[in-house]
């Protein structure tokens, strides 16, 4: 291994969300970033940048689309146009825009749950209402880790989506919380309800670049033999490539109407100047990063190994999905016989570890889960396990 994802990084007492609201001693294994130093091109480009000592509204360069056109092209076989891009200073104000250019207050938004919770507000604040298309658990197919994983009910979407009032299918590919990355035909199938329907698909590919072993990132847009104006896609380097606080994201529009809608949009919402540093860093991954993005996917399905190997010896009743794509683990807790924001709370103050309860991603009825984010040295993740299974009576 090139890079030593092993090496502890100070995060608390640094203004930073997934530690500093902890107390003192708890382990955070919660908010989606990770414990690991950003690519050492990515440091050496901000410092840079950095050392220019001016930082007034910053105009990005055509280069960094093109960087990103290269990048989807290499890595996911998807030929984009450059300037299919609108900037944004993040998914979800990306996401914000995209309601405000294609919905009317009233309007549904077709969601599977479980969800990201962080989907939940921007919907409301354009008027809209979500349209719950729950996902089915279903056993893990043989040969893949895990104890279960989800698919999607055709039927029940067919019907969300069919409604009138429904204007928009987003969905979560690969999904968070559930770390299943779609496959073609699923993407196909449900892509042809929406076409059927009328309904735009927004496709949030934000995860897309952390595939685990023997899964493949599809793109929507390569799904299908979609007409530009069906569907629009987000991506970001922030998740893969652990920038989050650089704030920068793209909708890719290949219709140009919907693309200056929402760029009209993004203006309105005034997500739609980037952060100096954020392109700057997101150009350095896709132009120099891929060798460590391969070595971190290799290190964060080590932790998912880790910890399965631990769950069965320590904690065997409680059950993992498989892991297609995302640092984020969704175990079913039921066993432990509490519902999950107070078992999360429980653990949080007498385990001394911080897990994001399943009662927020809007679960489906039927077991309590918790979001486990795998993102840390392995060393923390397997003490933040044991803290647990040593809390268990
Ligand atoms: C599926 C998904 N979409 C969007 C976001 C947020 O993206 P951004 O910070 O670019 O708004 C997250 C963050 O965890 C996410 O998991």
Redesign the pocket.
């Not at 944004?88 to 996401?95: E, Q, W, Y």
């Given at each position: 291994m090139k890079y030593d994802f092993d090496e502890p990084v100070r995060r608390r007492g640094t203004n930073c969300v997934k530690w500093d609201v902890c107390a003192e001693g708890v382990l955070p294994l919660w908010?989606?970033?990770m414990d690991f130093r950003a690519a050492p091109a990515i440091v050496e480009a901000l410092r840079r940048r950095a050392e220019e000592g001016v930082y007034g509204y910053a105009l990005p360069p055509a280069a960094w689309h093109e960087s990103l056109a290269k990048w989807l092209a290499a890595r996911h076989g998807w030929n984009i146009l450059p300037e299919w891009a609108v900037d944004?200073?993040?998914?979800?104000?990306?996401?914000g825009a995209v309601l405000r250019a294609c919905c009317e207050p009233g309007d549904k938004v077709v969601l599977q749950a479980p969800a990201?919770n962080?989907?939940f507000p921007v919907i409301a604040s354009q008027g809209c209402e979500i349209s719950w298309s729950p996902l089915r658990r279903v056993p893990a197919r043989s040969g893949m880790k895990g104890d279960f994983t989800y698919e999607m009910d055709f039927e029940d979407l067919e019907r969300k989506v069919a409604d009138p009032r429904a204007k928009v299918f987003l969905i979560?590919n690969p999904?968070?919380p559930a770390g299943r990355a779609w496959t073609a035909e699923e993407l196909r199938k449900a892509g042809e309800i929406c076409r059927r329907n009328g309904v735009l698909v927004a496709s949030?590919e934000?995860?897309a670049d952390l595939q685990m072993p023997g899964s493949k990132h599809v793109p929507f847009a390569l799904a299908g033999d979609w007409k530009p104006g069906e569907f629009v896609t987000?991506w970001?380097a922030?998740?893969a490539f652990n920038l989050?606080g650089l704030?920068?994201?793209v909708a890719l529009c290949p219709d140009h109407g919907l693309r200056e809608r929402v760029r009209a949009a993004q203006e309105v919402g005034g997500s739609g100047h980037l952060n100096a540093f954020g392109f700057v860093a997101s150009a350095t991954a896709w132009d120099c990063c891929a060798d460590w993005l391969d070595e971190l996917r290799a290190y964060l399905f080590g932790n998912y190994e880790a910890m399965i190997a631990f769950l069965h010896e320590r904690m065997p009743a409680v059950k993992c999905t498989t892991l297609e794509a995302?640092y984020?683990a969704w175990l079913d807790v039921s066993a432990f016989g509490l519902p999950s924001g107070e078992l999360a709370r429980r653990l949080e103050d007498e385990a001394r570890v911080k897990f994001s309860p399943g009662s927020i991603y809007a679960e489906p009825k039927g077991g309590a889960f918790m979001r486990v984010n795998l993102a840390s040295p392995r060393a923390m993740l397997m003490e933040a396990l044991e803290r647990v299974a040593s809390w268990l009576p």
């Open positions: 908010v989606a970033d944004s200073t993040g998914v979800l104000p990306a996401l990201y962080g989907f979560s999904h968070n949030d934000i995860h987000f970001s922030t998740k989050a704030h920068a994201a995302t984020l």
